[in-house]
């Protein structure tokens, strides 16, 4: 009986780990948790008065996010909501509130940077050295958590406003 | 001090002791199978967060959806790309 019992206890053992691995995967994905911090750095930019009631969140080049970046679509951001995008070109990121760029570390982020400059938007990236070339807001991925540095200096260039509560969570401000 | 077992009253042969060994085993290896069960984290739940919560979160699968579907809308007056693939 007690053999019977330690069978069926091992048995358990196999056919549950090997379900695991899939439950856990799917629990929370990396692109999940970085839409969710999207959402968060919206809410902790203050944009001019000039920005109408609907925050353009663009995500530029390739999507990692996937259907996930959809469930920020209609979102409240203050009295605005954010309506999502896909965008591909450079031109119409101007439109745009708040640009995820998805292809910082393939060279794209110059380009970007270059048609950005000067205009209320705030960019975000996943990429290393992104901060460091001009993004505002750049998201690292350590000990699999989600850790960011801000740029102040291109938060003020575009004439943004960073909550002191959003700077004080940063891994590194860059002045 | 003799430890005093009970047999089952309707397991014969099977002590209660045994049987709570058993049931304690297989708990631990329900526990240590599913151990994301206890943080079933979907979009609107993270969203739901401060932004400390999220910091402390591990994620448990690294990489993007690089062929998702698209599903949001065009930029008004603006040519887009509604896809994941490049031109």
């Known amino acids: 009986m007690r053999r019977s019992a330690l069978l069926l206890t091992a048995l358990?053992?196999?056919?549950?780990?090997?379900?695991?691995?899939?439950?856990?995967?799917?629990?929370?994905?990396?692109?999940?948790l970085k839409a969710a911090f999207l959402y968060n750095f919206a809410l902790f930019t203050d944009w001019s008065a000039s920005v109408g009631s609907t925050l353009n969140l663009c995500v530029y080049g390739r999507n990692p996010f996937g259907a996930e970046i959809d469930g920020l679509d209609g979102k409240a951001v203050g009295e605005r909501h954010i309506a999502v995008h896909r965008i591909t070109d450079l031109e119409a990121l101007t439109a745009c509130q708040l640009v995820f760029i998805a292809d910082a570390a393939n060279g794209s982020l110059p380009r970007v940077l270059a048609s950005l400059r000067g205009v209320a938007v705030l960019t975000v990236a996943d990429s290393a050295?992104?901060?460091?070339?001009?993004?505002?807001?750049?998201?690292?991925?350590?000990?699999?958590r989600i850790t960011f540095e801000a740029n102040l200096a291109a938060a003020r260039e575009a004439k943004l406003s960073l909550s002191s509560k959003l700077l004080r969570l940063a891994t590194k401000v860059l002045q | 001090m003799k430890t005093q077992r009970y047999r089952s009253a309707g397991r014969p042969g099977l002590t209660t002791s045994r049987r709570?060994?058993?049931?304690?085993?297989?708990?631990?290896?329900?526990?240590?199978?599913?151990?994301?069960?206890?943080h079933p984290y979907d979009l609107a739940q993270l969203l739901a967060m401060p932004l400390e919560r999220l910091l402390a979160l591990k994620i448990t699968s690294r990489g993007g959806a690089l062929f998702a579907a698209p599903r949001a809308p065009a930029l008004a007056g603006h040519p887009t790309y509604g896809g994941d693939h490049a031109p």
């Open chain 1, 129 to 144: 050295g992104a901060a460091d070339q001009g993004v505002v807001l750049n998201m690292s991925v350590v000990s699999n």
């Open chain 2, 20 to 38: 709570h060994r058993g049931l304690w085993a297989a708990g631990v290896a329900l526990a240590l199978a599913f151990p994301a069960a206890a």
């Open chain 1, 12 to 32: 358990l053992v196999m056919a549950t780990s090997a379900l695991a691995p899939r439950a856990w995967g799917d629990e929370l994905p990396e692109y999940r």
